[in-house]
């Protein structure tokens, strides 16, 4: 079965194979934001707020009675005294990762439901789910917070498509040249916060391997090239949701497909799922997103380093990258071959 067709069938509560014991399974993630519903100017209390919101969500009339106290997350923003009185005073993130409701069939239901169905069921909860949450008050001991909810930009497929689509359309229309006018599509994806361990060679390095990589990534379809960079930036975000990513031990992957299918379908796939590994407990919520800014394209304008050159460079004040340069050394040795035979050439004469 090829990935298009195995893309193509996935249900929303069906986990996706990946290699290397890997998998992508639904979950619903959603932003918390908390802001002040009075005049209290009293500090935030993480844990309170937790579990009342905890208490809130187990309860009718949402009665998420299998969520974990792990799925859902709650920190103070800093520098709450500097803020104005509606800005956010905190942030949560909360995962639903049990979406097996979603497959049982009702009372009038009387065949098995299909995978639309099945994938219209889930939006429709999920936009239920929004508005019973979008401006609750939590009163804890006299102090009122508001709460609003947002969906990562990364979880919803359909807005990520529409803004790649608004994109290359202003693109296309703000040319110059309106003879030369070709519509272009995105073929590169952005995929933030994965372990390097996951995506490197057992016993041999803790280092994402290029070769372990472009095998999982090929399950979603036919690349052309990737890049692994480490992605120490995302623990480092202003409002301190990232608490428990460590420099090092994350990476990021640029990955561009053959096809601007292959890229549709990559994106499907990974758009509101985590990562999870057999035999592992962690379940690593990643971001993803489309390449908007030509990685690949502006990459094949450096130059490419040689290895020593490489191993020579300094370490610090520069990020440390690891991509494929086939072509770049296709073209060296086809100049190369030219000036020697143009050399015997001029010899003979």
Not at 85 to 103: C, H, I, K, Q, T
Not at 142 to 164: L, R, T
Not at 246 to 261: A, R, T
Request: aromatic share 8%; charged share 30%.
């Amino acid at each position: 079965m090829s990935a298009a067709t195995a893309i193509a069938a996935l249900r929303p509560t069906e986990p996706f194979p990946l290699p290397s014991d890997l998998s992508l399974a639904r979950r619903l993630k959603l932003l918390l934001p908390f802001s002040r519903a009075d005049l209290s100017v009293s500090p935030v209390d993480e844990w309170q707020l937790k579990s009342a919101l905890l208490a809130f969500l187990r309860n009718p009339p949402l009665s998420l009675s299998l969520l974990q106290d792990s799925d859902l997350s709650v920190s103070r923003l800093p520098d709450p005294q500097k803020r104005r009185r509606e800005d956010p005073v905190a942030s949560g993130v909360l995962y639903v990762r049990d979406l097996s409701f979603l497959n049982r069939k009702g009372d009038e239901e009387a065949e098995e439901i299909t995978r639309e169905q099945e994938e219209e069921k889930y939006l429709q909860w999920r936009s239920s789910l929004v508005e019973k949450l979008a401006g609750i008050e939590l009163n804890l001991k006299g102090v009122v917070y508001q709460m609003s909810v947002e969906i990562p930009a990364s979880d919803d497929f359909k807005a990520m498509k529409k803004s790649w689509e608004d994109f290359y359309a202003s693109e296309l229309y703000s040319s110059r040249n309106p003879v030369r006018k070709i519509a272009k599509r995105p073929d590169t994806i952005l995929v933030r916060g994965v372990p390097s361990r996951w995506f490197a060679e057992t016993r041999i390095s803790s280092k994402a391997s290029t070769l372990v990589t472009h095998t999982i990534f090929s399950a979603l379809g036919k690349i052309r090239t990737l890049n692994i960079s480490n992605d120490d930036e995302l623990g480092a975000s202003k409002d301190e949701t990232n608490k428990g990513f460590i420099s090092g031990l994350n990476c990021k992957v640029w990955v561009q497909f053959e096809s601007y299918d292959d890229f549709h379908n990559a994106m499907k796939a990974l758009c509101g799922r985590s990562l999870e590994k057999e035999g592992s407990r962690l379940k690593v919520d990643y971001e993803v997103t489309w390449d908007s800014e030509g990685f690949f394209r502006n990459a094949q304008y450096e130059p490419a380093q040689t290895k020593l050159e490489e191993r020579d460079a300094p370490v610090h004040g520069r990020k440390k990258h690891y991509t494929l340069r086939i072509e770049s050394d296709h073209r060296k040795r086809f100049r190369v071959g030219y000036s020697v035979k143009s050399c015997a050439k001029s010899f003979q004469l």
